[in-house]
């Protein structure tokens, strides 16, 4: 695991922004990662990758975060986060959040997958609220995060989205997150140089409060964001509750 930089917030909380090239399971056996933040792409994506280890550490059917995953990214219209915490008493890992991404349906309203620049408002908004819903309802200090974009399409504008989302959700003071890890795949040293900037500018931006539903169902928890040129969350179609 490579430092990238240190995140001081302005209570003066310092949070350790790390790369990872290697795989969940290894970061939660070190006490490196205890919440998993991945795309809904499963297939060979960080998600599927990291499928069966999750299961088994959260104590959940690798079949039902497949399920929800397979939900989130093709017949879900608004931009919905599928919190799923562990029901293994004393594991590591307290929870994963699935979020949706450049492959899911919700973000053709936003721009065009694979050929334009990301979309900056989608992934801030996804990454705080993912931060957030981690620290706060999950308890998790040490957080992982894989790219929100397509497999072999991971760009530098998604990383500073993440560590922005990541330096506003600290400067707020809410829960302390103690390290923040990119973890492999798509993700290249190169991607993540912009974040160190990220001390030096954090008194430029500001955080805007993002609007939320939350419907907690058997086993798992939607959160819906309301982001602007979405689909309203009392449209989308529940998945079926495990």
Not at 13 to 36: C, K, N
């Amino acid at each position: 695991m490579e430092l990238i930089s240190v995140l001081q917030s302005r209570s003066g909380a310092r949070t350790s922004i790390h790369f990872d090239g290697g795989r969940l399971q290894t970061m939660v056996q070190e006490a490196s990662a205890d919440a998993y933040i991945v795309s809904c792409e499963d297939g060979l994506s960080p998600l599927g990758m990291n499928k069966a280890f999750a299961s088994g550490a959260l104590g959940i059917d690798d079949g039902t975060i497949g399920d929800l995953a397979y939900w989130n990214r093709y017949a879900n219209d608004c931009v919905t986060l599928v919190s799923i915490p562990s029901r293994s008493e004393g594991s590591p890992l307290r929870g994963l959040i699935i979020c949706p991404s450049e492959m899911s349906k919700c973000y053709r309203r936003f721009a065009e997958p694979f050929f334009g620049r990301p979309h900056r408002d989608f992934y801030y908004s996804v990454t705080y609220a993912a931060i957030e819903h981690a620290a706060e309802a999950l308890g998790a200090r040490r957080l992982a995060i894989s790219h929100l974009t397509a497999s072999g399409n991971f760009h530098e504008d998604v990383a500073t989205c993440n560590a922005e989302a990541l330096a506003h959700y600290c400067d707020s003071g809410a829960s302390p997150i103690e390290s923040f890890t990119f973890l492999g795949c798509c993700i290249g040293r190169v991607h993540l140089m912009e974040i160190k900037r990220l001390n030096a500018e954090g008194a430029l931006t500001t955080h805007r409060p993002i609007k939320k539903e939350v419907e907690a169902l058997p086993g798992h928890t939607l959160i819906h964001l309301d982001i602007g040129n979405r689909a309203s969350p009392a449209d989308a179609v529940q998945p079926m509750a495990n």
